[in-house]
């Protein structure tokens, strides 16, 4: 018996747009498609995406970049605005984006970024489409307990690499706006 996998239906968002908020259901995929992706790079992309929230809350920029392609981008789309609040488009540019963003909070919070509910919407041997939860929260140094401070989807484009596989494109389609558009 062949496995089913579920993939998004023609002429549905691509990880590149955000996705709309009518029909929500049709978003999920009711169309079955044959498993053309071998459970070890399932595995692997879902260990990078593991691999993204610790090096980001570690405070290490330098592994963060590293799960980007060289010429991978990184954008942040918040509610409301046609633009993304956050654009950038290289290793090298988002590896300056984390190292600026992660010394800005050095001594003020802590943060962890949940990731969860990974669909993948397109699979072959050598790329992929996902999507995944992200739920973040901030503790202060003062705080008692963690706040939830962003939530939203991470729309992501995949290549598999001599290095493994690695997010050619990440956008992050957040639930509101935290602030980026006061920056």
């Known amino acids: 018996m062949a ?19 009518a029909g929500r259901d049709s978003q999920i995929g009711l169309e079955p498609r044959a498993a053309t992706m071998s459970v070890e790079d399932k595995l692997a992309i879902q260990e990078v995406i593991a691999r993204y929230s610790y090096a980001y809350d570690s ?26 609040m956050v654009r950038r488009s290289s290793r090298a540019a988002i590896r300056e984006w984390a190292e600026q963003r992660l010394q800005e909070r050095t001594g003020r919070f802590t943060s962890r970024h949940y990731q ?3 669909l993948f919407d397109e ?11 992200v739920l973040v929260t901030h503790q202060g140094v003062t705080e008692v307990a963690p706040r939830l ?6 729309h992501d484009q995949w290549r598999k690499t001599h290095e493994g596989w690695r997010l050619v494109h990440r956008t992050a389609q957040l639930d509101r706006d935290p602030g980026l558009s006061q920056r």
């Open 59 to 84: 405070r290490d920029a330098d592994a963060f970049a590293q799960l980007f392609v060289e010429d991978g981008s990184f954008a942040v789309i918040v509610p409301g605005e046609s633009t993304p």
């Open 116 to 118: 969860s509910g990974i």
């Open 123 to 133: 699979l072959t041997p050598g790329s992929a489409l996902t999507r995944t939860m």
């Open 3 to 21: 496995r089913l996998l579920w993939r998004r239906p023609l002429g549905a968002n691509s990880c590149h747009e955000p996705p709309t908020h």
């Open 149 to 154: 401070t962003v939530s939203g989807i991470y």
